[in-house]
């Protein structure tokens, strides 16, 4: 499996701006596609946003769409999750995911995912 390893959350006000990275290793980068998910306390889970092996294909949970962005660069073995916009519900620990797959196709379902980072905490202050 790849190990992963998330960084860039902290304490932003609302309408603030961050930006997450999730460094991968171990294994061929481009092989997996990669998804962020987060957890809110006392809550599942959820998916936040995906994107295929090559970039080419992404998809957004809606209640992030139009602010956040996912982004990848397979020479740097690093997905990006840049926030804007952000609100006090975006408050989470997120977490990366990755799965190997040899097809263009996206994932978005936590099951889909046999890879996943330590988190990272994301805190937005009203």
């Known amino acids: 499996q790849v190990q992963l390893v998330e960084s860039g959350g902290g304490l932003v006000q609302a309408g603030g701006s961050l930006r997450l990275s999730c460094v991968a290793s171990?294994?061929?980068?481009?092989?997996?596609?990669m998804g962020w998910f987060r957890q809110a306390p006392g809550k599942e889970r959820e998916f936040v946003s995906t994107?295929?092996?090559?970039?080419?294909?992404?998809y957004y949970a809606d209640s992030v769409k139009g602010r956040f962005t996912i982004s990848r660069d397979n020479a740097k073995n690093t997905v990006y999750l840049q926030m804007n916009s952000l609100k006090p519900e975006d408050t989470a620990v997120y977490y990366c995911?990755?799965?190997?797959?040899?097809?263009?196709?996206?994932?978005?379902?936590?099951?889909?995912?046999?890879?996943w980072g330590q988190g990272t905490q994301v805190t937005v202050s009203s």
């Open positions: 171990g294994r061929t980068f481009s092989n997996y596609a």
């Open positions: 994107i295929n092996y090559s970039g080419g294909r992404t």
């Open positions: 995911a990755a799965k190997y797959t040899m097809q263009a196709a996206y994932f978005i379902r936590l099951s889909d995912y046999n890879s």
